[in-house]
């Protein structure tokens, strides 16, 4: 399964490892399914999560939040974004993480933020879910 | 001349187009429904973007069992924080099973 993390589902595991985004992003590291991230997502990711109100609120000191976000980068599957639909969605941030989805032949997109994700997802095929949907996902034998 | 588009200043500069890619810009952008500043503008930025994703791809690291294994280490580090609302486990959520 190829999968887009949202930047929603990093800062939710970075908050707690009781949750479903702590979960969804150690089997990211396991490499139970296909990552996929380009260069915008990696600096979003470091851009938003190291942030002072997302750095104070979560687990981590600001160089463990790197090391995480260090390590995402090295296990993920580069997408090259040959073609950007526009307009898509109200963000530019949703924006960088669908045409990944896109370029990269997502499956599926977790995302805390299905308003905006969902709708534009869906169009090109991909389905948008949270977290907590996605592990019930894997549990029933999504791979 | 700098002047303020939202929160970016922009600035113009005298660009010079060949004629034949002056025509085909114009097509294109007029296709797309956004004017001819708006597409070179854009094509810039996605060609600068395409250069800094290139250098990113290159220079990533290998992961290691170690680095992996150290990454999941932190991550999993117990804490008294809980999940943020609606980041709930699903119910019956085996912690085994993940």
Same mark, same amino acid.
């Given at each position: 399964m190829r999968i887009v993390l949202d930047t929603t589902v990093l800062i939710s595991a970075l908050r707690? &490892?009781?949750g479903a985004a702590a979960v969804v992003l150690g089997m990211a590291l396991e490499r139970r399914f296909v $990552? $996929?991230?380009?260069y915008r997502i990696a600096c979003e990711?470091?851009?938003?999560?190291l942030r002072e109100q997302h750095v104070e609120r979560s687990r981590f000191s600001f160089e463990e939040i790197l090391q995480i976000i260090a390590e995402l980068e090295r !296990?993920?599957? &580069?997408v090259d974004i040959e073609v950007r639909h526009r307009?898509?969605?109200f963000d530019p941030g949703d924006d960088l993480i669908l045409d990944a989805a896109i370029n990269g032949l997502c499956d599926v997109i977790v995302t805390s933020n299905l308003r905006h !994700?969902?709708?534009p997802a869906e169009l090109f095929g991909i389905e948008a879910m949270n977290a907590g949907a996605f592990l019930t996902r894997m549990r029933t034998g999504g791979s | 001349m700098e002047r303020q588009q939202g929160n970016i200043a922009v600035e113009a500069i005298p660009l010079y187009l060949g004629q034949g890619v002056r025509e085909k810009a114009e097509q294109v952008s007029a296709q797309e429904g956004v004017s001819l500043v708006e597409f070179v503008s854009a094509a810039v930025t996605e060609k600068l973007d395409r250069l800094e994703h290139f250098n990113w791809a290159r220079n990533r690291k290998t992961p290691t069992p170690e680095s992996i294994a150290a990454a999941l280490q932190l991550l999993r580090r117990p =804490? =008294?924080?809980p999940p943020d609302p609606e980041d709930e486990l699903p119910e019956g959520w085996n912690p085994r099973s993940s």
């Open positions: 707690s &490892e009781k $990552l $996929l991230m380009d990711y470091r851009d938003v999560a !296990i993920a599957e &580069e307009p898509l969605s !994700i969902a709708g | =804490s =008294s924080y």
